[in-house]
């Protein structure tokens, strides 16, 4: 059974930071494209960032593209996404999400990052 576990959300001031981590026990982690996906209050599924099997490339939405860093460590079937410079358009609830290069499928229960002051 695929699993996902999204961890790190929270409330952030506009302009600070957040670190989500996202474990995946049940599969073979090294062997897939990995996703953060969002969704924002009124608003449909946003992709955000994807990362290849090796780490070795990584694509970013124009929204988070110079202010998150996706990152992932095989040895600890483990996902990560910095972001910095949060702004309130941020505040979403957070998936991580296994794929391959052009989508995505299975995803997490998510994490949710509020941005307010």
């Known amino acids: 059974q695929v ?3 999204e961890s790190g959300g929270g409330l952030v001031q506009p302009g600070g930071s957040l ?3 996202c474990t995946t026990p049940g599969f073979t982690f090294s062997n897939n ?3 953060w996906v969002r969704l924002a209050p009124g608003k449909g599924l946003e992709w955000v960032s ?3 099997p090796g780490g070795g490339r990584t694509v970013y939405s124009d929204s988070v593209r110079g202010r998150f860093t996706i990152s992932r460590d095989n040895s600890k079937n483990t996902l990560h ?3 910095n410079s949060v702004k309130i358009g941020d505040t979403a609830v957070y ?5 391959t290069a ?3 499928s299975d995803r997490g229960q998510g994490t949710q990052v509020t941005v307010s002051s």
């Open 19 to 21: 670190r989500l981590s």
């Open 95 to 99: 998936y991580c999400a296994r794929g």
């Open 50 to 52: 994807r990362i290849s």
């Open 33 to 35: 494209w990995m996703y």
């Open 81 to 83: 996404l910095q972001m």
């Open 102 to 104: 052009i989508a995505y």
């Open 3 to 5: 699993q996902l576990v």
